[in-house]
Every structure is written in C-alpha cells, then in structure tokens.
C-alpha cells in the first residue's frame, strides 16, 4: 500500500459528482417526499423531506428577494439542534449562500471573535441564544432572525415561511456554482490551541465524503441515525448531511444522556452508532446500559479522539451485540472530517462483516486520499512503526482559512499535503494509529510524552473513571506530566496508587511528576475532546495558591 517514499494510498477510488451541496439535497427530497427527514426524540415532533424542501424554498425566496442574500454571502447559525436548524441550512444552500456554523456553546463575550473572523449579513440564533446575537448583531449592524422559538420584537422563522406570498426563485445552477472551488459551509476549527479560524468546506469536500462512504466497502445503509453531537461542529453536521443525501431518517438529540440515548436506540432499532471515546466509555461503565436490548447493533463508529484497544474490548463486552463491528475514523475539521476511516477492504474481500483492523488503529485511507508520515524534525517521511506528523492529500483538503493565507500556508503546503498536526505511525498493512498532538507532547527534559498514551494507562485502573493528563511547566525539566482523574463511584484510590500505577507500567520518563488531582469531570469540548488549555489555566492558578 505504500511505496518507496513512504506514501501510503488507499486502494479504493470512487467517482466524486460534480454537484452543488443543494442538488444533493434535492435528489432526496425527489426520491424520498413521504420518507422522515428528521425527529426531535425530545418530542417526537418530524418533518419529511417534502416538507423540509417546501419550508426551505419558502425561506430562500425571503433571504433572497427581501434580505437581498446572493451566492457567496454568509449567514450565522447559531443554535443548538432543532428541526429549523436543517430548514435554515438547506434555504442558504439553496440560494448559494453560505452557512457560518458557530460553535453553540459560545458565550456573548466570544462571539464578536467569531464574527470578526467570518463576517455575516445575517444571524440565525435559537431562543436560548437569541440575546446573546442580539448583543453583537446591534453593534455590528447585522439582522437576527429567531429560530426554534419566538422572542419579543424580532423576526421569526415561523413569520418568514408563514407569509402568505411567495415568489418562485431561479434554479440554484444559474448561481454558477463551481463545486471545487466554491465554498459550501464555513467551520470552526478548534479553538482549544489558539483563536478560532473558519474553514472553507467546498461542495466537493462535502460530495466525496458522501460517495465515499456509498463505497461497498464501507458501511451498508442505515433508516436511522442518532445524532447528539452538535450540529455547528463538523461532527455532527457531518452526520446529518451524508444521511440526510441518502434518505435516512435523523433522529436528534436536544442534550445527551447515556439512558436517553439508549432508549432511542432501541427504540429505533438503529443499527449503526457514531459516537466519540468519551460517550463510548460512559456506556460501557454506565449500570443502565444493561437495561436496554443492542443486540441489533451492527457498527459503531469512533471518532473525534483516538481509542485504546482495551476500550474498544470493554465496549464489545458491555453491549453484547453479535457481529459487532467497531470503527475507528480520523480526520480534522480541515480534512472534512474523515481524513483516514476503516474501510472493511479485507473484510470485503474475504467475506466477512468484521473488520480484521488491528485495534486501536485509526484504519486505512479513505478513497482517493494519500497519508504520509513524517518526521518531526527532518520532515522526511519514514517508514512503518516510526512516529511522526501525519500528513494527508486529496479531494478532502479544506479550500483554506477563511481571510487568513498565512494560516493557510502554514497548514497545505505547496504540494497539497495538510500537515495535520497529530502524531502517530502506520504499521507494514497500512494501519494508522494516533498518540496524540504535536502541540499537546509533554516535553520532559529531552523526551516526548503523549497523553493520550498516558490516559490509556490509567484508564486501565479499576478506579479510575476517566482521566486528562497536561504537562505542568517546570523550570529545569520544561514540562512535569501531570493527571486529573475521576474516581470511579465506591472505590478509594489515592494519588500514589495512580502515581504507582504509572510507574510500574510505563518508562521511567513518563511519571507522573506533576501529581495527580482529583476532580468531579474531566472538561471537554461538545464532541468530547479535552479541553487541555482550560486544565493548564487552572493547574498553574492552583500551584500559585
């Protein structure tokens, strides 16, 4: 799979179409008018896909003849997940504007950031978020329309798609989308390691990893998918939109409980789960799980942080589901989420549904992508289980950071290869597996330590619930490893049992000489990523104290 430079690509290529982000949409709703779009499991209320195209068209006229929304102008979304969510989406697409996904946990002092980065003719918040918006939206002379809701004295979505006049617009194709070159939606990309920059997501971004995942090789198709991951982070729009091109049902979830999602599994009978490490080791250590009946589980899909083995087994034992397949997907914001997935290529090939893919590992490259790693510091690419920055190329690649070319440059080179800033190695198959961030390494004197690999380990003790590890700054030895832990309920662990764990299981220069404190959570991000910069902030206040 690889050759002589150490490239590695993927032995599976498809054919991209060459379409616009609506055209997609609108073969679905073609194909599909009575099928359910989307459910609310908060309520049960839905909207087909007749009625998710009518609402959008009636809200794209508005934008377009009343707001005067023209292709290539942005609009915020800013919200949680609600069925108007999807209607605003699909009416920008619809008019070849295009949407600004902001992150919903946003505060009122952070969103002016935001918007100076991505700036908006309008604002679409949700009532929770509706004053907020209004703050910023006034300074900055910028429309708020209300969705998922009312509020006093501003405009609604139910009044703009209410209104008793319509005119028809033009077909979206007069707009003269290029699909390459064209931006489709605005990203966000992490701000845990410095300022937000917005990601420019092309139609063709979006459409390849949508044949992509049609590919044979990949998953078979699902009625439903249960979606808790917020849809203003690529995550979770992600899986809404590759369901929603194939007629799916999505099935979404207001806020996030392992019994709420378990009820809606079972009760939907969904086959296929996406879900992040974090949600996974919540279900596995949950006393409910084993109420419910997942025997009907077919594939669960990791993704957003790496998966240690022992995880991964611990999740197979606790559902109890037959021919379960596990998969681990890896990507970036910048890379349209999937940069490298775990096609079953050679369970393909020899008939069976279980993948052989080492655990652990990330996968193989998705169709028509290349990987390559290489080392930190000559930047030469090296061979089989020798760590270095993984790096990738093809129809995936973000456009670039949105007014930002020096970022820009600094992230695609000029051969087209992302440097994506995760660490990690490839074994002799092809196989990826991720230790951790360049930025993340705890440098300890003059070696590297990788957290997630650290936070592997002491998961792995029976009283530990979960765990993030930072390296505390030291004068002499650069940084100290240092662990905030959970204790698991009714056990009595100490911070020399964790201290000693560490030591007899890893290299001497791994130790926890930073200490362990003991927390009520771990912070993560919404897709469950920890929040190293929020513990490091936190710890150094601590030791001033």
């Keep these: 799979m690889a050759d002589k430079g150490h490239i590695i690509r993927s032995p599976l290529n498809v054919e991209v179409e060459n379409i616009d982000r609506y055209s997609g949409y609108k073969k ?22 007749t009625e998710l195209g009518e609402k959008a068209e009636r809200l794209a006229s508005r934008l377009y003849y009343e707001y005067k929304i023209r292709k290539n102008d942005r609009a915020a979304i800013f919200s949680g997940n609600s069925i108007d969510f999807q209607v605003v989406s699909v009416a920008l697409c619809r008019i070849a504007a295009i949407p600004v996904l902001i992150n919903c946990l946003t505060t009122a002092a952070e969103l002016p950031q935001y918007l100076r980065t991505a700036p908006v003719r309008l604002i679409f918040a949700d009532v929770e978020r509706v004053a907020a918006a209004l703050l910023v939206a006034k300074v900055a002379g910028i429309q708020v329309i209300v969705i998922d809701g009312d509020a006093n004295d501003t405009v609604t979505l139910t009044s703009l798609i ?79 939109h590759n369901s929603m091109m194939d007629g799916t049902t999505v099935l979404f979830m207001r ?78 914001t910048e890379a349209c989420v999937i940069t490298l997935s775990v096609a079953h290529l050679k369970a393909a090939q020899q008939g069976s549904r279980v993948s052989p ?55 695609i080179d000029q051969d087209g290869w992302l440097h994506t800033g995760d660490v990690g190695h490839c074994d002799e198959d092809g196989y990826l597996f991720i230790s951790g961030r360049i930025k993340e390494l705890i440098k300890y004197n003059s070696y590297q330590v990788a957290p997630a690999e650290l936070e592997a380990l002491i998961l792995r003790h029976p009283g530990v619930e979960d765990v ?40 001497s220069y791994k130790r926890l000489r930073g200490g362990v404190r003991f927390v009520e959570s771990i912070p993560r991000n919404p897709t469950g990523k920890i929040l190293r910069r929020n513990m490091l902030t936190s710890s150094v206040a601590k030791s001033k104290l």
């Excluded at 679905?28 to 896909?49: M, R, V, W």
């Excluded at 290349?370 to 973000?398: N, Q």
């Excluded at 490893?481 to 007899?504: R, T």
Aim: glycine share 6%; with cysteine; net charge negative.
């Design 28 to 49: 679905a709703f073609d194909k599909f008018p009575l099928q359910k779009a989307i459910i609310d499991t908060s309520n049960g209320s839905f909207i087909t896909y």
């Design 162 to 240: 209410s209104d008793v006049t319509f005119k028809p617009l033009p077909h979206v194709t007069s707009c003269n989308i290029d699909p390459s070159r064209d931006t489709a939606v605005v990203y966000f990309s992490s701000g845990t390691t410095g300022l937000p920059k917005g990601v420019m997501t092309s139609h063709t971004n979006l459409q390849f990893i949508v044949a992509g995942l049609r590919h044979p090789a990949h998953r078979a198709y699902s009625e439903h998918v249960v979606v808790y991951q917020p849809w203003t982070h690529i995550y979770g729009s992600w899986i809404c």
């Design 255 to 332: 806020q996030f409980s392992v019994e709420n999602y378990l009820k809606v599994v079972e009760q939907y009978k969904v086959k296929e789960l996406q879900m992040v490490p974090a949600v996974a080791l919540r279900i596995t250590k949950s006393d409910v799980t084993k109420q419910y009946d997942l025997s009907h589980v077919q594939d669960i899909t990791i993704a957003s942080s790496p998966m240690t083995a022992s995880n991964e087994q611990a999740l197979r034992a606790c559902l109890g589901a037959t021919n379960l397949n596990i998969v681990q997907e890896y990507g970036m």
């Design 357 to 411: 893919r080492p655990d652990g590992s990330a996968g193989l490259p998705f169709p028509n992508t290349e990987i390559k790693v290489v080392d930190l510091e000559t930047r030469e690419a090296v061979g089989p289980h020798k760590d270095g920055e993984i790096w990738t190329r093809g129809p995936h690649v973000m456009l670039g950071y949105l007014n930002n070319e020096a970022a820009t440059r600094d992230t």
């Design 468 to 507: 993030g590890v930072i390296g505390l700054p030291h004068a002499e030895a650069g940084e100290l490893p240092h662990a905030w832990v959970v204790k698991k309920y009714g056990h009595l662990v100490s911070e020399q049992d964790i201290v000693k764990w560490v030591e007899d299981h890893a290299a």
